[in-house]
Protein backbone atom coordinates (compact mmCIF):
# COMPACT_ATOMS: atom_id res chain seq x y z
CA UNK A 1 0.00 0.00 0.00
CA UNK A 2 1.09 3.17 -1.07
CA UNK A 3 -0.23 7.00 -0.84
CA UNK A 4 -0.64 8.53 -4.06
CA UNK A 5 1.18 12.18 -4.45
CA UNK A 6 -1.34 14.11 -5.88
CA UNK A 7 -4.78 12.63 -4.88
CA UNK A 8 -3.63 11.13 -1.43
CA UNK A 9 -5.50 8.37 -2.27
CA UNK A 10 -4.23 5.59 -0.29
CA UNK A 11 -3.54 2.49 -2.57
CA UNK A 12 -1.18 4.08 -5.61
CA UNK A 13 -0.32 0.86 -6.71
CA UNK A 14 -3.38 -0.57 -7.16
CA UNK A 15 -3.85 1.67 -9.47
CA UNK A 16 -0.92 1.15 -11.16
CA UNK A 17 -2.10 -1.74 -11.38
CA UNK A 18 -4.97 -2.27 -12.75
CA UNK A 19 -3.70 0.73 -14.87
CA UNK A 20 -1.13 -2.08 -16.79
CA UNK A 21 -3.94 -4.46 -16.67
CA UNK A 22 -6.28 -1.62 -18.87
CA UNK A 23 -3.67 -1.30 -21.35
CA UNK A 24 -2.93 -5.11 -21.96
CA UNK A 25 -7.40 -5.15 -22.66
CA UNK A 26 -7.14 -7.30 -19.19
CA UNK A 27 -9.46 -5.21 -16.94
CA UNK A 28 -12.43 -6.46 -15.80
CA UNK A 29 -15.16 -3.80 -16.11
CA UNK A 30 -15.06 -2.65 -12.66
CA UNK A 31 -11.11 -2.13 -13.03
CA UNK A 32 -12.48 0.00 -15.62
CA UNK A 33 -14.62 1.77 -14.05
CA UNK A 34 -13.23 2.42 -11.37
CA UNK A 35 -10.12 3.27 -12.95
CA UNK A 36 -11.63 6.07 -15.58
CA UNK A 37 -13.33 7.65 -12.82
CA UNK A 38 -9.93 7.79 -10.57
CA UNK A 39 -7.77 9.56 -13.46
CA UNK A 40 -10.56 12.09 -13.78
CA UNK A 41 -9.08 13.33 -10.36
CA UNK A 42 -5.75 12.18 -10.12
CA UNK A 43 -3.17 14.29 -12.15
CA UNK A 44 -0.57 11.66 -10.98
CA UNK A 45 -2.76 8.45 -12.11
CA UNK A 46 -3.46 10.25 -15.44
CA UNK A 47 0.12 10.97 -16.38
CA UNK A 48 1.17 7.59 -15.94
CA UNK A 49 -1.86 6.49 -17.59
CA UNK A 50 -0.60 8.68 -20.78
CA UNK A 51 3.00 7.75 -20.21
CA UNK A 52 2.06 4.23 -20.58
CA UNK A 53 -0.21 4.14 -23.20
CA UNK A 54 2.54 6.29 -25.44
CA UNK A 55 5.05 3.75 -24.67
CA UNK A 56 2.78 1.23 -25.72
CA UNK A 57 1.68 3.26 -29.32
CA UNK A 58 5.51 4.12 -29.89
CA UNK A 59 6.65 -0.02 -29.36
CA UNK A 60 4.28 -0.74 -31.93
CA UNK A 61 4.47 2.11 -34.44
CA UNK A 62 9.08 2.50 -34.28
CA UNK A 63 9.38 -1.14 -34.49
CA UNK A 64 10.02 -1.74 -37.90
CA UNK A 65 9.44 -5.26 -39.03
CA UNK A 66 11.77 -7.46 -40.29
CA UNK A 67 11.50 -8.34 -44.25
CA UNK A 68 11.48 -11.86 -43.78
CA UNK A 69 13.29 -14.04 -46.48
CA UNK A 70 11.87 -14.83 -49.40
CA UNK A 71 13.06 -18.21 -49.78
CA UNK A 72 12.09 -19.26 -46.13
CA UNK A 73 8.26 -20.22 -46.51
CA UNK A 74 9.59 -21.98 -49.57
CA UNK A 75 12.34 -23.71 -47.93
CA UNK A 76 10.02 -24.93 -45.09
CA UNK A 77 7.80 -26.17 -47.21
CA UNK A 78 9.94 -28.01 -48.96
CA UNK A 79 11.64 -29.63 -46.21
CA UNK A 80 7.68 -31.01 -44.85
CA UNK A 81 7.16 -32.53 -48.49
CA UNK A 82 10.56 -32.58 -50.35
CA UNK B 1 10.29 -28.85 -23.90
CA UNK B 2 8.26 -30.59 -26.73
CA UNK B 3 7.16 -33.66 -24.82
CA UNK B 4 5.31 -30.85 -22.68
CA UNK B 5 3.56 -30.02 -25.93
CA UNK B 6 1.29 -32.58 -25.78
CA UNK B 7 -2.66 -32.44 -24.93
CA UNK B 8 -5.14 -34.37 -23.20
CA UNK B 9 -6.60 -35.45 -26.30
CA UNK B 10 -4.04 -36.58 -28.74
CA UNK B 11 -5.53 -36.73 -32.73
CA UNK B 12 -3.57 -39.00 -35.37
CA UNK B 13 -3.46 -37.35 -38.12
CA UNK B 14 -2.91 -39.25 -41.77
CA UNK B 15 -0.03 -38.01 -43.89
CA UNK B 16 -2.12 -36.29 -45.61
CA UNK B 17 -3.84 -34.44 -43.40
CA UNK B 18 -0.38 -33.74 -41.43
CA UNK B 19 0.55 -31.72 -44.40
CA UNK B 20 -3.20 -30.05 -44.86
CA UNK B 21 -3.17 -28.77 -40.76
CA UNK B 22 0.67 -27.47 -41.45
CA UNK B 23 -0.30 -25.46 -44.28
CA UNK B 24 -3.37 -24.23 -42.78
CA UNK B 25 -2.57 -23.51 -39.76
CA UNK B 26 1.57 -23.30 -39.35
CA UNK B 27 2.06 -21.71 -42.89
CA UNK B 28 0.74 -18.26 -42.03
CA UNK B 29 2.64 -17.19 -38.76
CA UNK B 30 6.21 -18.19 -40.85
CA UNK B 31 6.66 -13.59 -41.07
CA UNK B 32 5.30 -13.19 -37.45
CA UNK B 33 7.70 -15.98 -36.29
CA UNK B 34 10.53 -14.96 -38.01
CA UNK B 35 10.37 -11.49 -36.71
CA UNK B 36 10.20 -12.63 -32.68
CA UNK B 37 13.62 -15.08 -33.77
CA UNK B 38 15.00 -12.13 -34.93
CA UNK B 39 14.37 -9.79 -31.75
CA UNK B 40 15.59 -13.05 -29.95
CA UNK B 41 18.82 -14.09 -31.87
CA UNK B 42 19.52 -10.18 -33.81
CA UNK B 43 21.01 -12.47 -36.62
CA UNK B 44 19.39 -13.07 -40.13
CA UNK B 45 20.90 -16.34 -40.78
CA UNK B 46 19.89 -17.76 -36.84
CA UNK B 47 16.71 -16.66 -37.24
CA UNK B 48 15.71 -18.42 -40.28
CA UNK B 49 17.55 -21.85 -38.62
CA UNK B 50 15.56 -21.13 -35.48
CA UNK B 51 12.25 -20.98 -37.69
CA UNK B 52 13.67 -23.92 -39.76
CA UNK B 53 13.96 -25.63 -36.71
CA UNK B 54 10.98 -24.84 -35.01
CA UNK B 55 8.76 -25.89 -38.02
CA UNK B 56 10.44 -29.03 -38.38
CA UNK B 57 9.60 -29.59 -34.48
CA UNK B 58 6.00 -28.47 -35.03
CA UNK B 59 5.67 -31.04 -38.21
CA UNK B 60 7.17 -34.19 -36.15
CA UNK B 61 4.67 -33.39 -32.74
CA UNK B 62 2.13 -32.38 -35.18
CA UNK B 63 -0.10 -35.13 -33.50
CA UNK B 64 0.21 -33.00 -30.10
CA UNK B 65 -1.53 -30.25 -31.85
CA UNK B 66 -5.15 -30.26 -31.67
CA UNK B 67 -6.55 -28.99 -35.23
CA UNK B 68 -8.34 -25.13 -34.50
CA UNK B 69 -6.50 -24.18 -31.53
CA UNK B 70 -4.28 -21.48 -31.31
CA UNK B 71 -1.36 -22.76 -33.58
CA UNK B 72 0.68 -19.13 -33.06
CA UNK B 73 0.81 -19.69 -29.27
CA UNK B 74 2.02 -23.16 -30.06
CA UNK B 75 4.60 -22.11 -32.36
CA UNK B 76 5.69 -19.84 -30.32
CA UNK B 77 6.37 -22.00 -27.29
CA UNK B 78 7.85 -24.74 -29.62
CA UNK B 79 10.64 -21.69 -30.86
CA UNK B 80 10.58 -20.43 -27.71
CA UNK B 81 12.33 -23.56 -26.38
CA UNK B 82 14.49 -24.33 -29.07
CA UNK B 83 15.36 -20.85 -28.72
CA UNK B 84 16.55 -21.53 -24.74
CA UNK B 85 17.64 -25.08 -25.19
CA UNK B 86 18.65 -25.47 -28.44
CA UNK B 87 20.34 -22.47 -29.90
CA UNK B 88 21.65 -20.37 -27.17
CA UNK B 89 23.79 -23.22 -26.43
CA UNK B 90 25.59 -22.67 -29.11
CA UNK B 91 25.22 -19.02 -30.23
CA UNK B 92 27.88 -16.31 -30.26
CA UNK B 93 25.17 -14.29 -28.02
CA UNK B 94 26.80 -12.69 -24.53
CA UNK B 95 26.09 -14.53 -21.30
CA UNK B 96 22.90 -14.64 -20.09
CA UNK B 97 22.15 -11.96 -17.84
CA UNK B 98 20.86 -13.40 -14.84
CA UNK B 99 17.27 -13.01 -14.38
CA UNK B 100 16.85 -13.62 -10.39
CA UNK B 101 19.86 -10.80 -10.13
CA UNK B 102 18.28 -8.81 -12.61
CA UNK B 103 14.96 -9.20 -11.05
CA UNK B 104 16.22 -8.51 -7.68
CA UNK B 105 17.87 -5.14 -8.54
CA UNK B 106 14.96 -3.54 -10.29
CA UNK B 107 12.35 -4.87 -7.60
CA UNK B 108 13.61 -3.19 -4.88
CA UNK B 109 11.63 -0.35 -5.97
CA UNK B 110 8.58 -1.62 -8.09
CA UNK B 111 6.69 1.51 -8.64
CA UNK B 112 8.31 4.39 -10.56
CA UNK B 113 7.11 7.35 -8.42
CA UNK B 114 9.33 10.21 -10.70
CA UNK B 115 8.12 8.43 -14.13
CA UNK B 116 6.40 11.75 -15.47
CA UNK B 117 9.12 13.74 -14.77
CA UNK B 118 11.66 11.08 -16.89
CA UNK B 119 9.57 10.58 -19.37
CA UNK B 120 6.93 12.86 -20.51
CA UNK B 121 4.35 12.17 -23.76
CA UNK B 122 6.43 14.89 -25.83
CA UNK B 123 10.04 13.31 -25.30
CA UNK B 124 8.52 10.49 -26.77
CA UNK B 125 7.14 11.27 -30.22
CA UNK B 126 10.58 12.81 -31.09
CA UNK B 127 12.42 9.20 -30.62
CA UNK B 128 13.28 7.08 -33.64
CA UNK B 129 12.65 3.23 -34.61
CA UNK B 130 16.56 2.79 -33.82
CA UNK B 131 16.47 4.14 -29.66
CA UNK B 132 13.56 2.35 -29.22
CA UNK B 133 15.00 -0.70 -30.83
CA UNK B 134 18.13 -0.56 -29.16
CA UNK B 135 16.05 -0.07 -25.40
CA UNK B 136 14.46 -2.81 -26.13
CA UNK B 137 16.88 -5.06 -27.38
CA UNK B 138 18.96 -3.93 -24.36
CA UNK B 139 16.11 -5.40 -21.78
CA UNK B 140 17.60 -9.04 -20.41
CA UNK B 141 16.43 -12.04 -22.78
CA UNK B 142 13.09 -12.79 -20.08
CA UNK B 143 11.94 -9.10 -20.12
CA UNK B 144 12.01 -8.54 -23.85
CA UNK B 145 10.23 -11.87 -24.09
CA UNK B 146 7.21 -10.68 -22.50
CA UNK B 147 7.39 -7.36 -23.76
CA UNK B 148 7.39 -8.85 -27.59
CA UNK B 149 4.52 -11.15 -26.54
CA UNK B 150 2.53 -8.60 -25.37
CA UNK B 151 2.75 -5.20 -27.26
CA UNK B 152 4.26 -6.51 -30.13
CA UNK B 153 2.09 -9.52 -30.92
CA UNK B 154 -1.25 -8.69 -28.89
CA UNK B 155 -0.83 -12.47 -26.95
CA UNK B 156 -3.26 -12.04 -23.58
CA UNK B 157 -1.75 -12.68 -20.29
CA UNK B 158 -2.92 -16.47 -20.60
CA UNK B 159 -1.75 -17.33 -24.10
CA UNK B 160 2.13 -15.97 -22.93
CA UNK B 161 1.79 -18.14 -19.25
CA UNK B 162 1.70 -21.00 -21.88
CA UNK B 163 3.91 -19.88 -24.01
CA UNK B 164 6.45 -19.39 -21.35
CA UNK B 165 5.29 -22.16 -18.79
CA UNK B 166 4.73 -19.70 -16.15
CA UNK B 167 2.07 -18.92 -13.77
CA UNK B 168 -0.02 -15.83 -14.96
CA UNK B 169 1.00 -13.99 -12.34
CA UNK B 170 4.58 -14.08 -13.46
CA UNK B 171 3.69 -13.24 -16.42
CA UNK B 172 1.83 -9.93 -14.72
CA UNK B 173 4.79 -9.19 -12.59
CA UNK B 174 7.76 -10.22 -15.27
CA UNK B 175 5.84 -7.59 -17.25
CA UNK B 176 5.82 -5.14 -15.12
CA UNK B 177 9.31 -4.94 -13.88
CA UNK B 178 10.03 -4.93 -18.13
CA UNK B 179 8.26 -1.77 -18.61
CA UNK B 180 9.83 -0.14 -15.63
CA UNK B 181 13.07 -0.91 -16.89
CA UNK B 182 11.92 0.29 -20.67
CA UNK B 183 10.73 3.30 -19.37
CA UNK B 184 14.08 3.95 -17.67
CA UNK B 185 16.06 3.66 -20.45
CA UNK B 186 13.80 5.91 -23.04
CA UNK B 187 14.08 8.17 -20.17
CA UNK B 188 17.47 8.36 -20.47
CA UNK B 189 17.78 8.69 -24.42
CA UNK B 190 15.06 11.45 -24.00
CA UNK B 191 17.22 12.84 -21.28
CA UNK B 192 20.34 12.76 -23.93
CA UNK B 193 18.26 14.00 -26.40
CA UNK B 194 17.75 17.02 -24.44
CA UNK B 195 14.56 16.87 -22.62
CA UNK B 196 14.31 17.61 -18.88
Known sequence: MSECPDCNCSDFDKCLRILNLLLDDEADESQEEFFFSHIDKCIVCFSHYNVEKQIRELLKRKLQKKEVPRELAIDIRNKIVP | ?196
Open chain 2, 1 to 196: MTEELELNAKPTYSESKKVHVFDTEFMPHVDSMYNFAYRLTFDEDDSKDLVQDTYMKAFRFINSFQEGTNAKAWLYRILKNSFINDYRKKSKQPAKVDYQEVEQYYNSEDTPKDTTVDLRMETTKDMIGDEISNALNSLAIDFRTVIILCDLEGFTYEEMAKILDIPIGTVRSRLHRARNILREKLGSYAYSMGYN
